[in-house]
């Protein structure tokens, strides 16, 4: 059954009594390609678990099960699981587990596919995916901030995300999600997709991205509370400077002082926070919360 047909997609929802649903951000792939070049890249290791969000009606998913150990697919719409059911039944390495990603204990689904041992530790793990994108950045925080020891989470996205995840320090798409990425690991940018490579097409270009994660921390931060609210505050007033931004969020420490720490941290006083990388960041969010735990406002 060729899955990126737009026929045997119609056929398939037809058949099941269901209708593409937009507030799920149900675009299908029906370029035969894309899910394959996704596949390929998901991860260098055969003997890997894969984690797929939103298999749809199983075009990438039918992909990874080809090159991979085993699937989970996870997906929110319960109208496709029996359309899951014919389109993968040829395939004994896939599980489909009907869920929010959102909530699902993935760590727990991915144990539980793999007989057993903790995901990332016990045997490689990675994550595959055409996201949803009415929910990409909180899907690709929340597997992020997981503790799941992923190798690479490999995903389409709208292309304005792209350009964000993979921005350099100072440039005009660096952002927020920029800095925190950076601090598990790496984006790299592989193809751009265009809308006609979709049914129904997206408003927007897409692109898919690969983050590598950092096997072992690449920045050990005083306070993770801290470093991850000094980014917050950096990029919440974008058009302030650092020194006013962090004032409103560390106003314990005054802006006088907020200005002599930035400035002891090597930067000029006007610097804006889209200058500063994730390596910055840290060293930053040590200084101030060093200032906050002299004058015992610190709650960390
Ligand atoms: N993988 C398929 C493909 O490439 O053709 C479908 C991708 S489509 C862009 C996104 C999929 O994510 C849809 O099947 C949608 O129902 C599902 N989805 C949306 N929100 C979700 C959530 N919170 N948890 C799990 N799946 C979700």
Not at 53 to 74: M, Q
Request: glycine share 8%; with cysteine; aromatic share 8%.
């Amino acid at each position: 059954m060729n899955l990126c047909n737009p026929r045997v997609i119609r056929e398939l929802m037809e058949e099941a009594g269901i209708r593409f649903r937009r507030d799920l951000g149900q675009n299908f792939l029906v370029d035969p390609n894309v899910p394959e070049e996704i596949a390929d890249a998901a991860a260098d290791d055969p003997s890997a678990v894969i984690l797929e969000i939103g298999p749809g009606i199983g075009c990438l998913t039918a992909a990874l099960a080809e090159r991979y150990r085993r699937v989970v697919s996870v997906e929110i719409d319960r109208g496709l699981i029996p359309v899951l059911g014919k389109t993968l039944s040829d395939y004994r390495n896939v599980t489909v587990v009907n869920a929010d990603c959102m909530t699902a204990d993935l760590a727990a689904l991915l144990s539980e596919a793999a007989g057993g041992g903790v995901p990332g530790v016990d045997f490689p793990v990675a994550v595959a995916a055409n996201l949803p994108y009415y929910i990409t950045t909180p899907i690709l925080l929340r597997l992020l901030e997981s503790g799941i020891r992923f190798s690479r989470i490999t995903v389409m996205v709208q292309k304005e995300v792209a350009d964000r995840l993979a921005a350099a320090p100072g440039s005009r798409d660096y952002g927020a999600i920029t800095a925190v990425l950076g601090y598990y690991g790496t984006a790299t940018r592989r193809f751009t997709v265009s809308p006609g490579s979709f049914l129904p097409p997206p408003a927007v270009s897409s692109a898919v991205v690969s983050i590598d994660l950092y096997r072992e921390p690449a920045f050990k931060p005083l306070s993770e509370k801290t470093f991850f609210d000094t980014v917050h505050a950096a990029f919440e007033q974008r058009r302030k400077t650092l020194v006013n931004a962090l004032s409103a969020r560390f106003s314990d420490l005054g802006k006088e002082w907020i200005a002599g720490i930035v400035v002891s941290c090597g930067h000029p006083a006007d610097i804006r926070g889209e200058r500063l990388s994730t390596g910055a960041f840290v060293a930053l969010s040590d200084a101030l919360f060093r200032a906050r735990n002299r004058i015992g406002t610190e709650t960390d």
